[in-house]
């Protein structure tokens, strides 16, 4: 561990999103699912535990992956779902929590469309597909039209309970995901063909929910920067989709990439050294001003601060280091340069890391996770 001589750490500045609301800092915990909801789609205290210890490590941001707005389409049990049947209370108690120390706690509102739980569902994305024993049902042009209402539901309920903001989750292969993607996507009407087409579900949603949670209260989105998946969303088709949503009232933009289809490798699973998404994100910058988050392979606060510094991005997003060390935000805006030190794995199957990962989470919520 060595300390900085740097003091002009833009780690520590915070950034004023075009809605007016203030980020306190440049580093954000990005959506994970954690799987720690009580099953009914309600917080259980190890989860409310678990951002709250976020917010004491000194994170700006803090996003809950998974958060479902329909509880029909969830990508697992363990989700968090808003909907009329929620407890407000509890979810009370996670916004409150969770936003200690000027904090802010933003649920991704997320539906899982396509791959949704089959024990529990029945998928339906933009098409019916049978690709290599993936099966789902599509969706019907009133099925689509209601998704705006569907998520400004969610969205209000949320602000009424106290999140700061909320994620627009069009990332990872789900179901807006699913809607820009030409493989998922097969639609002959106008949710369907060219990019603008299949970003039309996506605008009128963001249109619907600003519209119900005022001018004032943020509004995120995460998008890939690819599908990594033949026939998938290219990089020149992501890039399109961030022209439009410039035109929107979006006030956070985060890049990833990749996607849950089954068979396709998570980016997250990958051993590519540094940063994933930054080559993508320099193009984005030139044709955005909304804020840009690159989430992915982030490790060290060196590689945070040349991404800051090279204006590449606005906020750095964390993930799976912030699984090891609840703490480090803290150390790096202090100006120590704590590594982490990320596990090993010999060939582990499909999804077994994302797996060890999720059994730690659940560890940090019970405050017994190994020092």
Wanted: glycine content about 10%; proline content about 6%; charged content about 20%.
């Amino acid at each position: 561990m060595t300390y900085s001589t740097n003091h002009d750490n833009l780690l520590n500045q915070p950034l004023e999103l075009p809605c007016g609301a203030v980020i306190k800092n440049r580093l954000v915990k990005s959506a994970m699912s954690d799987s720690l909801g009580n099953g009914e789609g309600d917080p259980t205290n190890a989860q409310i535990r678990l951002y709250e210890r976020w917010a004491e490590g000194g994170l700006g941001l803090s996003i809950i992956g998974e958060v479902q707005v329909d509880p029909n389409f969830p990508e697992k049990p363990g989700n968090l779902v808003l909907s009329a049947d929620s407890d407000l209370n509890a979810l009370h108690s996670l916004a409150s929590r969770a936003s200690i120390n000027g904090a802010h706690i933003w649920p991704q509102l997320g539906h899982a469309g396509g791959l949704s739980y089959t024990p529990i569902s029945h998928p339906k994305g933009p098409s019916a597909l049978n690709i290599d024993g993936f099966q789902c049902a599509g969706m019907s042009e009133t099925e689509v039209s209601v998704l705006p209402d569907i998520y400004a539901r969610a969205a209000v309920l949320a602000k009424d309970v106290g999140f700061t903001g909320v994620q627009i989750h069009a990332g990872h292969g789900f179901l807006l995901s699913q809607f820009l993607s030409p493989l998922f996507n097969r639609r002959k009407d106008q949710y369907g063909g060219t990019i603008e087409a299949r970003c039309r579900i996506i605008v009128e949603i963001i249109a619907k929910v600003r519209s119900v949670v005022g001018a004032e209260f943020p509004i995120g989105i995460k998008i890939n920067s690819s599908d990594q998946l033949e026939g998938g969303l290219t990089q020149e088709d992501a890039l399109e989709a961030i022209r439009i949503l410039d035109k929107t009232s979006i006030d956070l933009i985060e890049l990833s990439g990749g996607s849950y289809f089954p068979g396709a490798i998570s980016s997250s699973d990958c051993s590519t050294k540094g940063p994933y998404f930054i080559d993508f994100a320099k193009k984005a910058k030139n044709i955005t001003s909304i804020p840009l988050v690159v989430t992915g392979g982030f490790k060290t606060r060196g590689q945070s601060l040349n991404a800051l510094t090279s204006n590449s991005t606005d906020f750095v997003g964390l993930a799976r280091a912030l699984v090891l060390d609840p703490e480090l935000p803290n150390d790096w805006l202090s100006g120590v340069d704590s590594e982490v030190e990320f596990p090993r794995f010999e060939t582990p199957p499909q999804g077994g890391i994302t797996a060890w990962y999720t059994m730690y989470l659940t560890a940090i919520g019970n405050d017994n996770e190994k020092k």
